[in-house]
């Protein structure tokens, strides 16, 4: 599969603190559209919204194909 185009607006400055994200390999496409986190405690900089997106990814990463 060949993704054309994506695109992610960030409603932060740095696209790093972003609660969505994009991932493709071989096997899959998907697409992680975040929350807006309602506490105000951050974890290394980050919301609990960010570290639960990057927790996805993560999982996504170690999925097998089929």
């Known amino acids: 599969m060949h993704i054309i185009e994506y695109y992610i ?3 932060y400055d740095s ?3 972003c609660e969505d994200g994009v ?3 071989e096997n899959y496409v ?5 929350v807006t986190p309602k506490g105000q ?3 290394n900089e980050h919301s609990s919204a960010n570290h639960a997106k990057e927790a996805i990814l ?3 990463r170690l ?3 089929t």
């Open 58 to 60: 993560k999982g996504l």
């Open 15 to 17: 696209a790093t603190l």
């Open 30 to 34: 998907a697409v992680i559209d975040g």
């Open 41 to 43: 405690i951050k974890w």
């Open 23 to 25: 991932f493709q390999n």
């Open 9 to 11: 607006q960030s409603k």
């Open 63 to 65: 999925l097998k194909g």
